[in-house]
């Protein structure tokens, strides 16, 4: 099994910055892609950024050119820069991992995000 604890989120102004971090733990071998998922209040779960363990990355339309996905395999640590925060990125931030040929998921236990206009 793989284990996620995210951590970094808080309130900030708009136009600021924040950095998630997602420290997994357990088969971490086992590990394909990893990535960050958001649910704002009423809204279903979406993707925000994916990262495979090659190091490909893929991004919603609507955080392109403003969030960064990372990871550190000496670590075990996967990251999320977030720049230039809109009201709109409001949300709980949830960290993901596909593992053992995808034929697993695990979730974090989420992170809040508030971003004030």
């Known amino acids: 099994q793989v284990q996620l604890v995210e951590s970094g989120g808080g309130l900030v102004q708009a136009g600021g910055s924040l950095r998630l971090s997602c420290a997994a733990s357990?088969?971490?071998?086992?590990?394909?892609?990893m990535g960050w998922y958001r649910q704002a209040p009423g809204k279903q779960r979406e993707l925000v950024a994916v990262i495979t363990s090659g190091g490909s990355t893929n991004y919603a339309d609507s955080v392109k050119g403003r969030f960064t996905i990372s990871r550190d395999n000496a670590k075990n640590t996967m990251y999320l820069q977030m720049n230039s925060l809109k009201p709109e990125d409001t949300a709980v931030y949830y960290c993901?991992?596909?593992?053992?040929?995808?034929?697993?998921?695990?979730w974090g236990q989420g992170t809040q995000v508030t971003v004030s206009s």
């Open positions: 993901n991992a596909h593992y053992s040929d995808y034929l697993f998921r695990s």
């Open positions: 357990g088969s971490i071998f086992s590990i394909n892609d």
